[in-house]
């Protein structure tokens, strides 16, 4: 079991940043992949960023290359989102998700409660 906590969304004017912190607990933090999805109003949820499992590399949507970087500290079990030069079109609940397998696919084994970023124009 994995359980995954949130933190850092808000509201930010237009070329603004926020950083995104989720915690993990439960399962070896190694283990698995792990990343960002967001859901706007209206919109399917669609993948941000995310880790492959075991230390593996950082992919991204293209939406967001450039702007977003995802890290982690695996001594906390915690990966961020920094996203920088933030779009009204960036509005959405983001969720910090992990899957029990090398890379994060559209259906993760586990989901965070989501957070709210709004972006002002």
């Known amino acids: 079991q994995v359980h995954l906590v949130e933190s850092g969304g808000g509201l930010v004017q237009t070329g603004g940043s926020l950083r995104l912190s989720c915690a993990a607990s439960?399962?070896?933090?190694?283990?698995?992949?792990m990343g960002w999805f967001r859901q706007a109003p209206g919109k399917e949820r669609e993948f941000v960023a995310a880790?492959?499992?075991?230390?593996?590399?950082?992919y991204y949507a293209d939406s967001v290359k450039g702007r977003f970087t995802i890290s982690r500290d695996n001594a906390k079990n915690t990966v961020y989102l920094q996203m920088n030069n933030l779009k009204p079109e960036d509005t959405a609940v983001y969720y910090c998700?992990?899957?029990?397998?090398?890379?994060?696919?559209?259906?993760?084994?586990?989901w965070g409660q989501g957070t709210q970023v709004t972006v002002s124009s």
């Open positions: 998700a992990v899957d029990l397998a090398p890379i994060l696919d559209s259906s993760p084994d586990y």
């Open positions: 880790f492959k499992w075991n230390g593996g590399s950082a």
């Open positions: 439960g399962r070896t933090f190694r283990s698995y992949a």
